[in-house]
Nanobody, 127 residues
Framework: QVQLVESGGGLVQAGGDLRLSCAAT????????MGWFRQAPGKEREFVAA????????YYGDSAKGRFTISRDNTKNLVYLQMISLKPEDTAIYCC????????????????????WGQGTQVTVSS
């Protein structure tokens, strides 16, 4: 099993940048697909980005394409989400998630496929 703790959220003005981190404890971190999801008040959980086990392949939701970058460091058990040009509509709680389904070849964009979740970090973008 893996435990996940996010950090790096906060209040930023529109157009600003933030980098979120997700620290994983536990064994076999490199065997997990990792993803970032977000949830704004009154809205469903939304896929933001995901990364393959090696970090060689990345996937993005429409709202993240061109502005967000997911990366991982398997030597440090860390996953990052670099966010630039933030908009007020990016305001949400951002959670990292892990999926260790070894039968899956690519990371899923479905929250239900991730079995491990952090508590989340709040990102607020002011206009």
């Amino acid at each position: 099993q893996v435990q996940l703790v996010e950090s790096g959220g906060g209040l930023v003005q529109a157009g600003g940048d933030l980098r979120l981190s997700c620290a994983a404890t536990g064994r076999m971190f490199s065997s997990y697909f990792m993803g970032w999801f977000r949830q704004a008040p009154g809205k469903e959980r939304e896929f933001v980005a995901a990364i393959s086990r090696s970090g060689g392949s990345t996937y993005y939701g429409d709202s993240a394409k061109g502005r967000f970058t997911i990366s991982r460091d398997n030597t440090k058990n860390l996953v990052y989400l670099q966010m630039i040009s933030l908009k007020p509509e990016d305001t949400a709680i951002y959670c990292c998630a892990g999926d260790r389904n070894l039968l899956r070849h690519n990371p899923s964009t479905a929250p239900g496929d991730y079995g491990y979740w952090g508590q989340g970090t709040q990102v607020t973008v002011s206009s």
